[in-house]
C-alpha cells in the first residue's frame, strides 16, 4: 500500500497550484458576479496548454494518468468552480466521444481547437423530464439519407449558450429506452440548432448555461458518435466513473479554500479576549472539517487509481462522488457559521462556498439516485 | 545575443520558518521556488531575445541548492541553465557566490547579465554589483524598464526625483525592480519538461577558484511580537491630544 503521489505528480500539482494561485484565484469574485468568463483569462489559461491533459500527445495532451487528471481538477477548482467547469467541460465529457469516434475531419475541425481553447464544446444529456433518468431522452434522432434527423430541447448545459460543438444524447426509439441512445455531435451554425432560454444559477456561476434546442437539425453521417447505433450507454459507462470522480475532486478543492478560509477566521477573530478557534465547539468543527476533508481525498484518490489500473469500480465512484460533495456541503456550512455574519455577506467568500457547494450535488447523478445505485449494487452482490 | 539571468532558489514565500532553541539555527520549510525578483529579470531575459534574438542561459550558484530555480526559468522559455554546485558553498557570504557566478559568465561570454535587484530571503542585493564589479561590467540597479540598442540599453529606474532614464553599452549587468516586465505563467508542457530537466554542473575548483571560507553566524533571532493594540475612546480632541502623547513618548515615532 503506497499513499504517496509520484514526484511527477507532485511537481505537476505545484505547477498547477501556482497556475491558479496566479491567474484564477485573483479574478474568482469577478468571475462569480459577472456570471461570465472573462474573455482575457480563457486565453491566457487555455494558452498554457493543460487541456488536452488527459489525450495523446499527437494531439497536443499530455496522455495524463486518472490521478493526476484529478489534482488538476481538484486545484482548478480550488481557485472557482465556474471557470473549473467551463475548462473540464472542453476537456473531458465535451470532446471524449469526438476523441474516441470522430473521423479525422471532424477532430481536425472540432477536438484540436476545443484543446487548445480556441473552441467550446459541450455535452447535453439533460431535458426537461430526464436527467438522471437517459431512459427517459426523448431528443429524437431520425434515419434519413446520408445521416441524421435530430429533433428535441436539452436543458442545463454548460457553456451551451457559448458552445461551437455540442455531443448531444439522442434517442433512435423512445420505446427501447437505453437500447436506443447514440451520441451526435452537433455543430453551431447547422441549421435548426440554436440556443434557447438562459438559465441564472446560484452558485458555480461563470460559464453561460442553458437550453439548447434542436429543430429538424440534419447532420451527416459521420457525426453519430459510435461504431453502431444503440451503444449510447455503453459508451457512457466509459467515462461515468471519471466523470463522478472528478465531481468529487471538484468537491475537494472547493472544500479546501473554504475549510482554509475557516481556519484562518478561526485563528483572527477574537471573541471575550481570545481566537474563537480557541473555544471548544469551533474547534469542533474544524475537527469534523478535516477529517471529512482527508476522507473525501482518500476516497477521490483511491477511485482515481483503480481507474488508472484498468479497473471498473462503479460503485466506488459513485461513493466518492456523493462523500466528497456531501463533505465540501458541510464545509461550506461550517465555514459559513465560523464566520458569523460575515459569512452571509457578499464582500466574504464564505457565501460563494455556499453557493457553488451545490451545485455539484446534482453533476454525475443526484445523490438520491447514487444512492438507490449503490445500494443496489452491494445488495446485489451475493 | 546571448543573455546571461542569475538567479536564486530561496524558500517559498508561504513556508515555515522556525528559529532553533536558543537561536543557534534556524529551519526553514523545505518549499522551495525562485527568487521574487530573479523571475523578473528571467521575464525580462526573454522579451529582450523576443525583441533581438540570442539566447537566455539561467545560472545558478550553491550547495545542492539552484535547480529548482534553474528549472523555472527554463519553464518559463530559457533556452538553457548552468549551476556551480560546490558544498564549499554552503554557508558562503555574498562575495564567495559572486565570485563563483562571475566566473562561469566569464568562462561563457555573454551580451547581457541580469539579475533580480535582491533576493526575498535575505534581501542582500549584493550579487549584481559584486559580479558587475568582478566582470568589469557596467552595473544598472533596480531598472523598471529596458530596451535594447545596438551594443547598447536604455533603462530606466526610479528615484526620489523621478524617472531616471540612462544608457549603457553591452556587455552590461542589470538588476530587476518589479515592474520591469511582468512574469508569465509557464506552458505546462514547457514545466513537465522542465523537471525533468538535469543542468550542467561545475565546481570551484573547475572554475579555478579556491573554497571560501563559510561566514560565522553569531545566532538567529525571530521577529519580535507585536505588542498588544491600545484603543483610544473619548471626544475627537481628547483623542487627537492623548494620541500624539502616546506616540511622542510611549511610541517614541514623533
Not at chain 1, 431522452?137 to 446520408?146: C, E, F, P, S, Y
Not at chain 1, 458552445?163 to 434517442?171: G, N, P, S
Amino acid at each position: 500500500m503506497d499513499f504517496r503521489l509520484t514526484e511527477e505528480q507532485e511537481f505537476f500539482r505545484t505547477a498547477v497550484a501556482d497556475t491558479v494561485d496566479r491567474l484564477i484565484l485573483p479574478r474568482v469574485a469577478e468571475i462569480d458576479e459577472a456570471d461570465a468568463i472573462p474573455a482575457d483569462l480563457w486565453r491566457e489559461f487555455t494558452g498554457l496548454g493543460y487541456l488536452g491533459l488527459r489525450y495523446p500527445e499527437e494531439l497536443g495532451g499530455m496522455n495524463a494518468d486518472p490521478v493526476t487528471c484529478m489534482l488538476f481538477y481538484e486545484e482548478l477548482a480550488r481557485g472557482s468552480v465556474g471557470f473549473a467547469q467551463a475548462v473540464i467541460m472542453n476537456m473531458l465529457m465535451g470532446t471524449h466521444f469526438l476523441y474516441r469516434f470522430g473521423s479525422p475531419a471532424l477532430r481536425e475541425r472540432c477536438l484540436l481547437p476545443a484543446l487548445r481553447g480556441d473552441k467550446i464544446a459541450t455535452m447535453c444529456f439533460t431535458e426537461d423530464q430526464s436527467g438522471s433518468d437517459l431512459a427517459s431522452t426523448r431528443t429524437l434522432a431520425q434515419k434519413v439519407d446520408g445521416g441524421w434527423v435530430l429533433t428535441g430541447t436539452k436543458n442545463w448545459i454548460t457553456n451551451g449558450p457559448t458552445a461551437d460543438f455540442a455531443t448531444v444524447l439522442a434517442t433512435t426509439d423512445p420505446a427501447k429506452g437505453m437500447k436506443a441512445l447514440n451520441f451526435f455531435l452537433v455543430e453551431k451554425g447547422t441549421a435548426g440548432f440554436r440556443p434557447g432560454q438562459l438559465l441564472h444559477k446560484l452558485g458555480a456561476r461563470g460559464p453561460a448555461c442553458g437550453e439548447l434546442v434542436l429543430e429538424e437539425v440534419f447532420v451527416p453521417e459521420e457525426n453519430l458518435l459510435g461504431e453502431e447505433p444503440g451503444k449510447g450507454v455503453a459508451y457512457l459507462g466509459e467515462i461515468l466513473n471519471e466523470v463522478r470522480c472528478m465531481t468529487g475532486a471538484m468537491a475537494l478543492g472547493m472544500a479546501r479554500t473554504a475549510y482554509a478560509d475557516g481556519l484562518e477566521y478561526a485563528r483572527k477573530r477574537q471573541a471575550f479576549g481570545k481566537p474563537i478557534g480557541e473555544y471548544q465547539l469551533i474547534r469542533a468543527k474544524i475537527a469534523q472539517m478535516a477529517t471529512d476533508l482527508e476522507a473525501a481525498r482518500l476516497m477521490v484518490y483511491w477511485v482515481a487509481w483503480m481507474i488508472g489500473q484498468g479497473q471498473n469500480p462503479r460503485k466506488e465512484a459513485a461513493m466518492a462522488k456523493m462523500f466528497a460533495t456531501e463533505a465540501c456541503l458541510k464545509v461550506a456550512d461550517e465555514v459559513t457559521r465560523i464566520y458569523g455574519a460575515n459569512g452571509f455577506a457578499s464582500e466574504y467568500g464564505p457565501q460563494r462556498y455556499f453557493r457553488d457547494a451545490r451545485f455539484l450535488l446534482y453533476g454525475g447523478g443526484t445523490h438520491e439516485i447514487i444512492q438507490d445505485f449503490v445500494g443496489r449494487e452491494i445488495i446485489r452482490e451475493r | 545575443m546571448k543573455i546571461a539571468v542569475l538567479v536564486k532558489e530561496v524558500p517559498d514565500l508561504e513556508a515555515l520558518v522556525k528559529v532553533a532553541e536558543g537561536g543557534a539555527s534556524v529551519e526553514v520549510e523545505k518549499k522551495r521556488c525562485l527568487s521574487f525578483f530573479d523571475e523578473i529579470a528571467v521575464e525580462a531575459a526573454l522579451r529582450a531575445k523576443a525583441a533581438r534574438g540570442g539566447s537566455v542561459v539561467a545560472i545558478s550558484a550553491g550547495a545542492g541548492t539552484g535547480v529548482e530555480a534553474v528549472r523555472r526559468a527554463l519553464a518559463m522559455g530559457a533556452d538553457g541553465a548552468l549551476l556551480v554546485d560546490d558544498p564549499a558553498l554552503g554557508g558562503a557570504d555574498s562575495l564567495a557566490v559572486a565570485r563563483a557566478l562571475a566566473a562561469l559568465c566569464r568562462r561563457e561570454g555573454f551580451d547581457l547579465v541580469l539579475a533580480g535587484r535582491q533576493a526575498t530571503d535575505d534581501e542582500a542585493g549584493l550579487i549584481g554589483p559584486m559580479v558587475a564589479e568582478l566582470l568589469g561590467l557596467p552595473c544598472v540597479i533596480g531598472v523598471t524598464a529596458l530596451e535594447l540598442e545596438d551594443g547598447a540599453a536604455r533603462v530606466s529606474r526610479e528615484t526620489d526625483r523621478g524617472t531616471e532614464v540612462l544608457r549603457t553599452p553591452l556587455p552590461a549587468l542589470l538588476t530587476a525592480e518589479k515592474g520591469l516586465a511582468e512574469p508569465r505563467v509557464p506552458q505546462v508542457m514547457g514545466l513537465m519538461k522542465a523537471m525533468r530537466a538535469q543542468p550542467p554542473k561545475v565546481t570551484l575548483a573547475e572554475l579555478g577558484l579556491e573554497a571560501p571560507a563559510p561566514t560565522p553566524v553569531a545566532g538567529y533571532r525571530g521577529p519580535a511580537k507585536r505588542p498588544p493594540v491600545k484603543l483610544l475612546e473619548g471626544e475627537p480632541a481628547t483623542v487627537a491630544a492623548e494620541l500624539v502623547k502616546s506616540l511622542r513618548e510611549e511610541a517614541r515615532v514623533l
